[in-house]
């Protein structure tokens, strides 16, 4: 049985300015412990998709069931990283990792210790009395991940989370990522614009239509998972595939 | 320690030049009516420690109540209106229709119905503060980016949660400039209201000395209320400088 199973899901948005089709009729099955990818037009409707899969936006038709369950709001062992972080500029680095344990009312002993060792992990506790605004984009964007990571995630969702980092650290917290998901044998979908980074961390790769994001292809990965794999001929031919699907589809639409 | 060294530095050299400058005015007009400085700091000394003492405390207990008072009531409530769509759309023109009117001229009712003592004071400058601190309190809860509370709400928040860990410390800094403002004219709303059908207070104090024609003691009245502005003033930095660190590097 998959871990994660999206039958026939659409999102409508109902706004002051009508209503926007946003996701059409999305289905797939993810198998628990796999990295999927995300990749479409800018506006196609990857946060929407991400939202609910977090619970945060329920289907306007169709069913999310996660470990067997029906999705019906937040699920405690979901995570969400969105896509400007979603840190708050007025808590300190110490307290943005620790909140997601505070609200789940968490001992004080408990929220102390995990929260440490997770900044140790992720090199941060030096900087644990700064505010976000203090610290470069991929500071901020490990403390987005330390807040996740406390939490202990079955289901870790990423929305952009490497797209405003140059290119040097980007490809360190990529690797940092593959690392983490290996270890902890995480059930991940990350949302991204850049090809490479699709492909280098999904095993399987979504490509969504434009708005309203219908599924172009599922692209199987089977190369990814090593951190080599950027140096491979196999990473390029996928990498070219996605490309001219990406192609067609803005065509298309 | 080295901050608070500056701003006592600045504040004497601040008061240094208008000291000089006010010298140098009540030299060229040579009038009754605008006494030297120096006359006036040894008056104004003389009556704090007696009458005028009385009078400042009067005066800075109707200021810091109303304060107090007004953001208990505003700041709440411009946060879940600010939040609440319906709620707000059944409370804003009521907000809109009542904001603009100069409320001051409520004043001769509330005496009327009030008395003449501190409650209708206090009720006056609240009635014009609490608007300008929920006006502002609205807008700002209004302006906080949907993904910061699907953040807080992607943690597991309930709704008590998102307001403490979010929509409050968003608004925070607004609400802090909001407060800036209203201090300014919940002094100047105080002294009208004090200056008549009322024995107490640096308003009446004022006034009293001025149809007397006792300018040093006028003056030292005038000096007795800004001393009160830099103290609330002040005291909300200070509160500004606990709360709102993040927003000051
Ligand atoms: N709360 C909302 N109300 C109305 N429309 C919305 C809302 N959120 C998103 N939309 C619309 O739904 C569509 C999909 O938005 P979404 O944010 O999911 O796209 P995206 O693929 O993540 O875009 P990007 O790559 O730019 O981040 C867009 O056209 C957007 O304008
Ligand atoms: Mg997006």
Same mark, same amino acid.
């Given at each position: ?46 946060? *929407? /998709?991400?939202?609910? =899969?977090?619970?945060?936006?329920? $289907? ?8 067997? %369950?029906? @999705? ?77 990571? *406390? /939490?202990?995630?079955? =289901?870790?969702?990423?929305?952009? $989370? ?8 980007? %490809?360190? @917290? ?80 | ?249």
């Amino acid at each position: 049985m998959p871990f994660v199973r999206l039958d026939e899901v659409s999102v409508t948005y109902k706004g002051h300015g009508g209503e926007v089709e946003a996701l059409s009729s999305v289905s797939l099955a993810a198998e628990k412990g796999e990295a999927w990818a995300v990749i479409g037009p800018s506006g196609c409707g990857k946060s *929407t /998709l991400l939202y609910a =899969l977090a619970g945060l936006v329920p $289907p306007t038709t169709g069913s999310i069931f996660i470990g067997g %369950e029906r @999705l019906l709001g937040e699920r405690r062992e979901t995570s969400i990283i969105l896509q400007d972080y979603g840190l708050f500029p007025w808590k300190t680095v110490y307290e943005n990792a620790a909140l997601g344990l505070k609200i789940r009312h968490y001992s004080r002993e408990e929220v102390a210790r995990k929260t440490r060792d997770i900044l140790i992990d992720l090199r941060l506790l030096d900087f644990k009395n700064r505010f976000p605004s203090q610290l470069s984009g991929g500071m901020r964007q490990r403390v987005a991940l330390a807040r996740s990571l *406390t /939490l202990d995630p079955d =289901l870790l969702l990423m929305d952009e $989370p490497f797209s405003s980092l140059d290119a040097l650290t980007r %490809e360190e @917290l990529q690797n940092n990522l593959l690392e983490v998901r290996q270890a902890d044998g995480l059930t991940t979908f990350l949302v991204t614009h850049s090809i490479e980074e699709a492909v280098f961390l999904g095993r399987k790769i979504l490509v969504l239509t434009s708005r309203p994001g219908k599924i172009a292809e599922i692209v199987d990965n089977p190369g990814m998972g090593a951190l080599d794999y950027r140096n491979r001929p196999e990473f390029h031919e996928v990498c070219s595939h996605l490309r001219h699907l990406l192609r067609k589809g803005n065509g298309d639409g | 320690m080295a901050m608070d060294k500056r701003r006592i530095l600045s504040y004497l050299s601040t008061i240094a030049a208008m000291l000089l400058a006010w010298q140098g005015a009540s030299m060229v007009v040579r009038s009754a009516a605008l006494p030297a400085p120096l006359s006036v700091m040894s008056s104004f000394a003389e009556l704090m420690r007696g009458e005028l003492l009385k009078h400042f405390l009067i005066s800075f207990y109707r200021v810091a109540v109303s304060i107090i008072l007004s953001v208990s009531l505003a700041v709440p409530l411009g946060l879940v209106l600010g939040r609440e769509e319906k709620l707000d759309r059944f409370f804003a023109p009521f907000i809109f229709l009542t904001y603009p009117i100069p409320k001051i001229v409520f004043l001769p009712v509330i005496l009327l119905l009030l008395g003449i003592g501190n409650l209708s004071k206090i009720t006056l400058i609240v009635l014009i503060i609490f608007f300008q601190i929920l006006v502002t309190t609205r807008d700002a809860a209004r302006a906080i980016p949907a993904q910061s509370i699907l953040s807080v709400r992607s943690l597991g928040a309930g709704w008590r949660q998102v307001y403490r860990h979010v929509v409050f410390p968003a608004c925070l800094p607004d609400i802090f400039t909001a407060l800036r403002i209203s201090v300014g004219t919940a002094i100047a709303v105080l002294f009208l209201a004090e200056s008549y059908a009322t024995e107490e207070g640096l308003g009446y104090f004022i006034m009293d000395a001025w149809t007397r024609i006792n300018y040093p003691e006028m003056f030292g009245g005038i000096t007795a209320m800004a001393l009160m502005g830099a103290v609330v003033y002040e005291a909300l930095e200070a509160l500004e400088r606990r709360f709102c660190a993040w927003t000051r590097n």
